[in-house]
Each structure stands twice: as C-alpha cells, then as structure tokens.
C-alpha cells in the first residue's frame, strides 16, 4: 500500500520560511518524479515544484528564487524549502509522486496547511 505522507506545515508569518517534508513508503522512490503542488479552498490544485529522478527541478513563477524542492532517496523523502512566505502562499500543500509513464497511477498525499499571516 502507498502511503505519502506530508509534515511540517504551519503558520509562520510574512517574511518567514519553513520546510514540509513527504515521507514516501510501498513505492519504489528513486524512480518517481516528486512533486509539491498547492491547493486554495474554490481554486484548481497548481503545481510549485517537482525534481526529477535524476534531480531536474521545475517551479512555478510564482515560487521561482524562493522556493527549493529537493530529495533524499535514500530516505524516500521530498522536502520543500519555502523562504520569504508571503500571504499569497497560503494554501493546503500536497505532496505527489508519478511516474514518467503512460497510464501509470498517480499517488497524493493527504495534504499540509501552509498559513502566512502576521
């Protein structure tokens, strides 16, 4: 059974940074590609961040030079570095994993509240 499972989520105020991590388990890490996405309540999920097998990493504008996503395969975890937060940030924070193949099944985990707010 796949389990993500997302951590480190919280209120923090403007200005501020914190770091969620996802701890993967039942999926064979190294060869998923790891994704942060970010969802507002009445607003499409949007992609922030996601790294490649081989450690490629892709953001969104909004997140770009603020943002830094990495991996521990060792320790089948993603982890989301988030400096300079902004209220804009404010959103619940899921973590993925995919597959670069057609028709592979898409796993998520059950999400993080990320608040920014003095």
């Known amino acids: 059974q796949v389990h993500l499972v997302e951590s480190g989520g919280g209120l923090v105020q403007p200005g501020g940074s914190l770091r969620l991590s996802c701890a993967a388990s039942?999926?064979?890490?190294?060869?998923?590609?790891m994704g942060w996405y970010r969802q507002v309540s009445g607003k499409q999920r949007e992609l922030v961040a996601s790294?490649?097998?081989?450690?490629?990493?892709i953001y969104a504008d909004s997140v770009k030079g603020r943002f830094t996503i990495s991996r521990d395969n060792a320790k089948n975890t993603v982890y989301l570095q988030m400096n300079s937060l902004k209220s804009e940030d404010t959103a619940v924070y899921y973590c993925?994993?995919?597959?670069?193949?057609?028709?592979?099944?898409?796993?998520w985990g059950q999400g993080t509240q990320v608040t920014v707010s003095s």
């Open positions: 993925n994993a995919r597959r670069q193949v057609p028709g592979s099944l898409i796993y």
């Open positions: 039942g999926i064979s890490f190294g060869i998923y590609i």
């Open positions: 790294v490649t097998t081989g450690g490629g990493t």
